[in-house]
C-alpha cells in the first residue's frame, strides 16, 4: 500500500513537467541596426535571416534554445551566427522572457577605399514573446555588443588634400522573430 501512495504521489508531482522535451524547427528574424558612421546616424533594415530552431525543454516553463543560421544586411554585415537562449515561460500567460548571447561571426569585405571588419561579434540580448501556442512564438529581443566598430572607409578630401578616415559603428540591433518549432522528442 505504501508503495501506491509513492507512485501516486510522484505521479502527480510529476503532471506539471509533462512538457519536457525536445522541439525542432526555424526561425526568421529581421533585424534593425542601430549605427553610426562617424557620428552620424546610419541605421539600417535588413530581412534577411533565417536561422534553424532546437529548443530543449527541460522543465515546464523553461526552455534552453539554440538558433544556427545566416544573416545577411548589407555588403557590410553578413555572416554566420549562432544564437544561445534561455526562454522563461510566465505562468498563466501567453508570454515570455528570453535572454542569452547571438554569437555572430561576420565575413570581412572590402573594395574601393572601404571594407568591413571580419571576426566574432557577440551579442547580448534580452527579449519578450508571444506564444500564440505550443508551435509559434513572435518574440521581440533588443541586443548590445562589446565589439562597436564593423566597417571603415576612407575618403579623399579635395579641398584640404587629405585622406580623411571615417568608422562606422554599432549601438545596438531589434529583432523581430517568427519561431515555428515541432516536438520531436517527448521525455
Known sequence: MRILKNFF???ILCLPLSAQGVNLGFR?????VFAE?????DNFFSPYSL??????EPIN????????????????????????????????S???????????????TGGNN?????????FYGIGIGFNQNENIRI??????????????????????????????TLTGVLRIGLNIAFNIIQF
Do not use: C
Open 9 to 11: 504521489t510522484v505521479l
Open 28 to 32: 526568421l528574424e529581421p533585424i534593425y
Open 37 to 41: 558612421d562617424d557620428g552620424t546616424s
Open 51 to 56: 536561422k534553424m530552431s532546437v529548443i530543449v
Open 61 to 92: 516553463s523553461i526552455g534552453l534554445e539554440i538558433r544556427p543560421g545566416f544573416l545577411i544586411a548589407g555588403e557590410e554585415f553578413v555572416g554566420f551566427e549562432v544564437g544561445t537562449f534561455a526562454n522563461y515561460k510566465i505562468p498563466k
Open 94 to 108: 501567453s508570454f515570455s522572457i528570453l535572454v542569452g548571447i547571438n554569437h555572430f561571426y561576420k565575413t570581412q
Open 114 to 122: 572601404r571594407g568591413s571588419e571580419g571576426g566574432y561579434f557577440p
Open 139 to 168: 518574440d521581440l529581443s533588443y541586443f548590445i555588443t562589446s565589439r562597436k566598430e564593423y566597417a571603415s572607409y576612407r575618403y579623399y578630401d579635395y579641398s584640404s588634400l587629405k585622406v580623411l578616415h571615417y568608422k562606422k
